[in-house]
Structures are given as C-alpha cells and as structure tokens.
C-alpha cells in the first residue's frame, strides 16, 4: 500500500500563484510514476500533469502548460505541483496519485491522496 497525502492548497487571487506537495510513505516511492489530477464541482476528474520515475519527463494538460510546474524529490519521498498565474478556472480539488504504468495512462494510477483544496478568487 502506498499512502499520499497533499498539502499547500489554499485561497489565491487571480495571477497569482501556489505550490503543492505530495508526501508518500508505506512503497518504494522511486518506483512510482507520479501525477496530478483536479476535480471542481460537478465536473469530472481531469489529469493536471504528470512525472515519471525519475522525472526525467514529464506531461502537461494544454491548459496548465507553460504555468504548472511538476517535480520530485525522490530523497524526500514527495512530489510537488508550483503553479503560477493561477486563473478561475483553476479552482478545484487537487489530487497527487501513483502509478507502476506509463504516466500517460490515466487509468492506470492505483494509488491516491485524499485531496487539497485550491481555490482561485477574483
């Protein structure tokens, strides 16, 4: 069993701009995949971005891309999520996951946080 647990969600204006951490425990946490998904309000989940085992790559959602920054530190058995010129629409819950499959399979992340909320005022 791998545990995750986000932190650093919070309330943030418009532009500006918010880091969130993913801490893991309980699995070998470098033989993970790493990712980040988001959930408003009646919508459905939607992947955010994602890094590989050793992070030498990493995928982005075209709506985040060139604002969302994914990391890890495999030292400190976290992930992280630094995202800059948060808009409206960025408001949601945020969830870290892991994965032993390719980090573009969506489906394939068995492992889950409980969630940090991020929300984004005018």
């Known amino acids: 069993q791998v545990h995750l647990v986000e932190s650093g969600g919070g309330v943030v204006q418009a532009g500006g701009s918010l880091r969130l951490s993913c801490a893991a425990s309980?699995?070998?946490?470098?033989?993970?995949?790493m990712g980040w998904f988001r959930q408003a309000p009646g919508k459905e989940r939607e992947f955010v971005a994602a890094i590989s085992v050793r992070g030498a790559t990493t995928k982005y959602a075209d709506s985040v891309k060139g604002r969302f920054t994914i990391s890890r530190d495999n030292a400190k058995n976290s992930v992280y999520l630094q995202m800059n010129s948060l808009k409206l629409e960025d408001t949601a819950v945020y969830y870290c996951a892991a994965t032993r499959t390719l980090i573009t399979n969506t489906a394939g992340y068995e492992y889950w946080g409980q969630g940090t909320q991020v929300t984004v005022s005018s």
């Open positions: 309980g699995r070998v946490f470098s033989s993970y995949g």
